[in-house]
């Protein structure tokens, strides 16, 4: 049975008809500050916290909630003698309901507020009544999310009391609510500089909290169970993780995989370019006037892998794009969005996911990262890895000829391009590219050798005359050798091998450029 509920919420969506709902049960409501003043103003009869239990609000209002009338009433145990007979001796009424969101720390923060500001959003009394009511959540029900709300009134009008499986429902989200918070707090003090230090680039621990947005049918294979979950805010710069579906089958583990490997590729290029990839990692990449040019250039590239592949593209899709993407079997297909035309076109093939990603038609420097959004997650069993994400890119003028040779404009067009593509390709990655194409891509073999005899003998395209990426140094000249057999022209590499004047020398011998960028990009 509810008699009594405590009301004190930062984001008010849905309130005023909850505490109506409350209301018309006979539950008496106790509230504090803006939730108080929005329920009176409403016609809503409710108690104010600082009447209920006789201590006004002191400290500007920062002590309101913290006092024993409240916190008993809430912890107190029903039924135990112990407990029954502390909270008559002191005249604490039960508290059966708590109806509490936090302060809007994170929004705070999101806003630029200064420091200050953002340390006055630390909610204090919130997050006590909150983990009071969950864990004496068999006595007490405690809702954080709006979403509950009707839930929550639905069963105390049909029944008069919360479910068993309903307040343990509302516990679970309750942690889980002040643990996010908690975190958000964590991490906006480790990127903060503090005074007279550096910023802590990695916090000494760690509260990754995400909220599921499904299960998934499974993980990377049917035996196994996946779910795929999300960050609390959307980032500023295109994602998977917040794209919109428009179509298709529901998205599998492996498809959200894929589709972050697609992704992560195109937004390297300011102009219009295509990705295709297959398990998770590219298999043609190209640059082109149109979105149809390029997904048919990026296809050109290996189209047998590019069968049941993914697709990004970093500019709308138009009907002439889409019909060229009809005309291949495709995973999924994001981009920023898709003209009417377009979408009639792929309804066609209605397994074929379509997600829109709108920040991906964006300029990139309108991208922001939080600190947070910068790291990359991978687990071990019992651990944790975590390193920043590979956002190095390299200009021209930061390279280092390594050859008698210097490249051609041609090719410095070509190296730069294949060397965008490469960072995205399984190790040891190995790219050919020419005119704004990738001709031939090899990666992911135990010896960097045999990623350029792959890459050569998949070849779709000529790859004579092309410029050659790699992801790391050759440790020995026998790969820039069989380069040299495949006819390209020009390559562009880290540097720092042992065995850099052999390698120079044999490409020095066939009169290749080669061009040192002292930036590695394995991907393992």
């Known amino acids: 049975m509810v008699r009594r509920a405590v009301l004190s919420v930062s984001d008010k969506a849905g309130l005023v008809p909850f505490a109506r709902r409350l209301a018309a049960l006979g539950v008496e409501l106790l509230s504090t500050g803006g939730t108080q003043r929005a329920l009176a103003e409403a016609g809503l009869k409710v108690v104010p916290v600082g009447d209920y239990t006789g201590a006004p609000e002191i400290l500007a209002g920062r002590v309101k909630t913290l006092h024993p009338r409240i916190h008993g009433g809430i912890l107190y145990r029903r039924g135990l003698a112990e407990d029954e007979a502390d909270v008559r001796a002191r005249d ?195 640059r082109g ?66 997600l829109e990603a709108p920040r991906l038609g964006e300029p990139r420097e309108r991208w922001r990262r939080r600190p947070e959004e910068a790291r990359e997650l991978r687990s071990l069993v019992g651990g944790l890895l975590v390193m920043d994400r590979d956002l190095g890119q390299v200009r021209r003028e930061e390279c280092r000829v390594m050859t008698r040779r210097s490249p051609t404009e041609q090719e410095w067009k070509d ?34 050798v045999e990623s350029v005899k792959i890459a050569v003998l998949k070849a779709a395209l000529p790859v004579k005359g092309s410029s050659v990426a790699s992801d790391a140094f050759f440790p020995f000249k026998d790969g820039v050798e069989e380069i040299i057999k495949a006819g390209a022209t020009a390559i562009i590499q880290p540097g720092g091998s042992m065995r850099d004047a052999e390698v120079v020398a044999a490409a020095d011998a066939a009169g290749l450029a080669m061009v040192a960028t002292g930036m590695r990009h394995f991907r393992h």
């Open 415 to 448: 190296l730069l391009f294949a060397w965008k593509v490469v960072k995205h390709v399984k190790s040891n990655a190995i790219v050919f590219a020419r005119d704004d194409v990738t001709t031939a891509i090899g990666g992911g073999q135990t010896s960097r």
């Open 92 to 286: 604490i009424p039960p508290i059966d309901l708590v109806v509490v969101n936090l302060y809007p720390f994170r929004e705070a923060v999101a806003a630029g507020k200064p420091f200050a500001g953002c340390v006055e959003e630390i909610d204090i009394g919130g997050p006590s009544m909150v983990r009071a009511a969950a864990k004496n959540a068999a006595h007490v029900g405690v809702v954080v999310d709006p979403a509950d709300y009707d839930r929550v009134a639905g069963e105390l009008e049909a029944a008069g009391a919360l479910s068993e499986a309903t307040r343990h429902h509302l516990m679970r989200k309750a942690f889980a609510h002040t643990a996010a918070y908690d975190a958000a707090i964590a991490e906006y003090l480790t990127a903060r500089e503090s005074p007279g230090a550096a910023p802590q680039r990695f916090p000494d621990a760690l509260g990754a909290v995400y909220a599921k947005v499904q299960d998934l049918r499974y993980g990377e294979n049917p035996h196994q169970a996946g779910a795929f979950y999300r960050a609390a805010r959307e980032p500023e710069e295109p994602t998977v993780a917040f794209a919109r579906v428009l179509q298709g089958k529901e998205l599998s583990y492996n498809n959200l995989l894929d589709l972050e490997a697609a992704l992560a590729a195109v937004k390297e290029f300011d102009d219009l370019a295509c990705v295709v990839v297959k398990h998770n990692t590219p298999c043609g990449v190209a």
């Open 289 to 354: 006037a149109t979105p149809g040019e390029a997904f048919a250039l990026a296809r050109a590239c290996d189209p047998v892998s590019a069968f049941g592949g993914i697709v990004a593209l970093n500019r709308p899709v138009d009907a002439a794009a889409a019909k060229e993407l009809t005309d291949l079997f495709l995973e999924c297909v994001i981009a920023p969005s898709y003209a009417p035309g377009a979408r009639e076109a792929l309804a066609a093939k209605k397994n074929v996911r379509l």
